[in-house]
């Protein structure tokens, strides 16, 4: 006698097919070579790879198919959390558990019909917001120097264990919110401009060898120095009455090509004062008859050339420029 196998799709006789007393001919629809295939497999859960003669099978343990099955659910469970809801109001309803009655919500004040029997939210939003309101309710009528000390330590230790983590979100959050917190921030200072004078006030006070060390040493470094001779510049401008624009020095340097333009002869750059030969900028057209401090009315010359030049005018420099 022989037998299609369902797998396999070859006729066979019957004695490659086991038996199978509930079958209309007694013997199982899959031939024995074919039920002892092996199939190699990936674990959906832990990602290890295993054999197995089960076609559906998918985790490589019991345990991975019960963690695999809990997260499943879960999953499940916050996809169709509203289908659910609806559904259990529905069999409520249905099996006169509770009945419908017209209720105003506590949080909203929207009139809605309670379906569950302490219902007093018409939503799923507004019932967090009461949630978090409960909660914090409580805690703030039930706090203890204890539960004070207890929040603060695990604050304290929750950012040092996420610190990176929490650093990431606020640098997110900051260029999201860009606008809105600048905008935030020029309302606080506004409202806040007194309180802020006496705190800036109170803070000078207090830390005067601190404020006048950290001034010093900015003033000793190279950019300090920079920007002392560059302030220096132009409030003696201001006193002798003089317009006064943006310099850009480097710009002065390479228009000049790193020349004096008195003498004519290289400018060495790294030169410091008082060097005779070092760099230095002179007004075309001096202030005390008339020029501006503009970088159309600089050039760059030598120190012993401005020096020896005084307030003379310098001409035929740059004519272009004029």
């Not at 401008?237 to 790193?258: H, L």
């Amino acid at each position: 006698m022989l037998k299609t196998c369902s797998k396999c799709k070859v006729e066979k006789d019957v004695s490659m097919f086991r038996k199978n007393v509930t079958a209309k001919d007694g013997y199982q629809g899959v031939c024995k070579d074919c039920k002892t295939v092996w199939y190699n497999k990936i674990c959906v859960e832990c990602g290890k790879e295993f054999t197995t003669q089960r076609t559906l099978t998918t985790c490589c343990s019991n345990e991975c198919q019960e963690n695999h099955r809990k997260e499943y659910n879960k999953q499940y469970l916050i996809e169709h959390r509203e289908d659910i809801y609806s559904q259990r109001k529905q069999h409520n309803i249905e099996t006169g558990k509770i009945g419908l009655t017209e209720k105003n919500c506590i949080i909203c004040g929207k009139l809605f019909m309670q379906v569950v029997g302490n219902q007093i939210t018409c939503s799923k939003e507004c019932h967090d917001i009461r949630v978090y309101q409960v909660s914090k309710e409580y805690h703030q009528t039930h706090k203890t120097e204890e539960i004070i000390k207890r929040d603060a330590e695990y604050s304290k230790k929750y950012r040092e264990e996420n610190k990176e983590y929490l650093k990431e979100q606020k640098k997110q959050y900051t260029e999201k919110n860009k606008e809105e917190l600048a905008r935030k921030a020029k309302i606080r200072r506004e409202n806040n401009k007194e309180i802020k004078a006496i705190k800036d006030r109170e803070y000078r006070e207090a830390n005067k060898e601190y404020l006048a060390q950290k001034s010093k040493e900015y003033r000793q470094s190279e950019r300090g120095k920079e920007v002392h001779k560059i302030n220096s510049r132009k409030r003696k401008a201001i006193i002798r009455g003089a317009k006064v624009q943006e310099i850009d020095y480097n710009w002065i340097n390479e228009r000049d090509g790193f020349k004096c333009q008195i003498c004519k002869k290289a400018v060495n750059m790294k030169l410091e004062y008082p060097d005779p030969m070092c760099a230095s900028y002179d007004h075309i057209y001096p202030i005390s008859k008339g020029g501006e401090h503009s970088n159309a009315n600089l050039s760059l010359v030598h120190l012993v050339c401005n020096v020896s030049k005084g307030a003379k005018v310098q001409h035929g420099v740059q004519p272009n420029l004029f």
